[in-house]
């Protein structure tokens, strides 16, 4: 996947229960002073699962939204 998009973890809200590291099914992340951290974000697939299972919310996938714009055969119908 791009590199450029990774989970970003709140290192205020991490406990480091481990939680997402044991379940990371690509092992992407690992823990660094008692918090959890993206060790290898090129592997990471974006699957979601670390931020569905993280007690503390600790866990967010950004997203990029693009919507597209209205093709002329819709914009005609509409009238
Ligand atoms: S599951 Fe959440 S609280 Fe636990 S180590 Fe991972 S980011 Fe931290
Ligand atoms: S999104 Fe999936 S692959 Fe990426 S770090 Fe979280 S659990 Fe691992």
Do not use: F
């Not at 998009?5 to 481990?18: A, D, E, M, R, Y």
């Not at 992340?29 to 007690?55: M, S």
């Amino acid at each position: 996947m791009n590199t450029r998009w990774k989970p970003v973890i709140n290192q205020k809200l991490c406990t480091g229960c481990g939680a997402c590291i044991e379940q990371c099914p690509e092992n992407a992340l690992g823990q660094i002073a008692g918090k959890a951290i993206v060790l290898a974000p090129e592997t990471c697939t974006y699957c979601a699962q670390c931020e569905t299972l993280c007690p503390t919310r600790a866990i967010a996938l950004p997203y990029l939204i693009m919507y597209a714009a209205p093709s002329s055969a819709s914009d005609s119908t509409s009238r």
